[in-house]
């Protein structure tokens, strides 16, 4: 049974921080490639952050410099640090693990983020 649970979204102003957490069970963390991704009000799902199971990481152009994504194999869990928050970052944030080399993948159920003010 392969669970994500996203956690952290809330309603914050514009210039203001947010992380997001997403925790990991049913899986062995350290084999799955972690990312976020964020669907817009009436658009296509998109990806923001991608971290590899080294470490490596690539972000949407959006959001490089403000966001940053990491990754504890302790605690099972990815996150993403989010500053200098925009109106244009509200969105739904969801977690997705992916297998390394079977190409499996799961989603979490998402978090809502707010930008507003």
């Known amino acids: 049974q392969v669970q994500l649970v996203e956690s952290g979204g809330d309603l914050v102003q514009p210039g203001g921080s947010l992380r997001l957490s997403c925790a990991a069970s049913?899986?062995?963390?350290?084999?799955?490639?972690m990312s976020w991704y964020r669907q817009i009000v009436g658009k296509e799902r998109e990806l923001v952050a991608t971290i590899s199971r080294l470490g490596g990481t690539n972000y949407a152009e959006s959001v490089k410099g403000r966001f940053t994504i990491s990754r504890d194999n302790v605690k099972n869990t990815v996150y993403l640090q989010m500053n200098s928050l925009k109106p244009e970052d509200t969105a739904v944030y969801y977690c997705k693990a992916l297998h390394t080399w079977s190409s499996n993948f799961y989603w979490g159920q998402g978090t809502q983020v707010t930008v507003s003010s």
């Open positions: 049913g899986v062995i963390f350290s084999n799955y490639a």
